[in-house]
């Protein structure tokens, strides 16, 4: 089954509205971005979103703060980094929302052994935080479409691996950072071996360092990336284009059609 939504929720005071909204036009998924900041920490009213998000069977996920670097040269940026995504974590047990996404960090002056060594570390210590709080999250770290930036398929799965975290597999910023010599099928290829699947997808435009900007996601890329999609594991897909809502509904109705032949 793939599970269609967007990323973002809306407002605190929107939440529940959305939801009810999402649901109704068929989306049974929904990333809450946290981009500037954790805004929804009120005990009531995460209990209330995870009652109604688990009611209308649309799963939720979130997106820590983009200011986060793992691997930073200054040790107090890597831990305000790791207390950000915690924070996320404990928000995801209290609203049901397993996956907590971030982008890791930026390979700086360092080179990529180091910048990996270091993010392993930090992800390591954040799962002794989350195992002794009993949290009922997972990390996943996002593949990333900036070349300078770390994130690269290797990188992420060899994080996967060693740590056994979980991972973010964001189809829109592979492309751009292979500036789209690969297609949709061989992006997926090194991830067919995963049960489960959770992405983000949109139209990019990218340049020769990778991704720019995300865009509208045409017709086409949704109809490749789906006809290279299995139909029996368990998929969310996240569109972060202008109009994540519009878009990922119209990928739902591509989706319905084929299912129908």
Request: charged share 30%; glycine share 8%; proline share 3%.
């Amino acid at each position: 089954m793939i599970r269609f939504g967007p990323a973002g929720i809306g407002g605190k005071d929107e939440v529940i509205s959305n939801l009810n909204k999402f649901s109704k036009l068929g989306l049974k998924a929904c990333e809450i971005a946290f981009t500037y900041g954790i805004y929804l920490r009120i005990p009531k009213l995460l209990h209330k979103i995870k009652e109604v998000s688990q009611k209308l069977d649309v799963k939720l996920s979130i997106h820590a703060p983009y200011w986060i670097n793992l691997n930073s040269k200054e040790k107090i940026k890597i831990e305000q980094s790791k207390k950000r995504i915690l924070g996320c974590c404990k928000v995801g047990n209290d609203l049901g929302a397993r996956k907590i996404v971030f982008h890791a960090g930026f390979y700086g002056k360092m080179d990529k052994e180091t910048t990996y060594q270091n993010i392993k570390k930090a992800i390591i210590d954040m799962q002794k935080v989350i195992k002794k709080n009993k949290w009922k999250v997972e990390l996943c770290p996002e593949t990333m479409g900036k070349i300078n930036v770390f994130g690269s398929v290797d990188e992420i799965l060899r994080l996967v691996k060693e740590t056994k975290c979980n991972f973010c597999l964001d189809f829109a910023h592979l492309y751009a950072r292979n500036l789209g010599k690969k297609k949709y099928k061989e992006l997926y290829g090194p991830f067919k071996k995963f049960k489960e699947l959770h992405c983000h997808f949109s139209g990019i435009v990218f340049g020769s360092k990778g991704e720019r900007s995300h865009k509208a996601t045409n017709e086409k890329d949704i109809r490749e990336l789906l006809g290279i999609l299995p139909k029996n594991k368990d998929i969310v897909i996240i569109n972060e284009s202008g109009d994540p809502v519009g878009d990922s509904v119209k990928s739902l109705k591509i989706y319905n059609k084929k299912n129908k032949k």
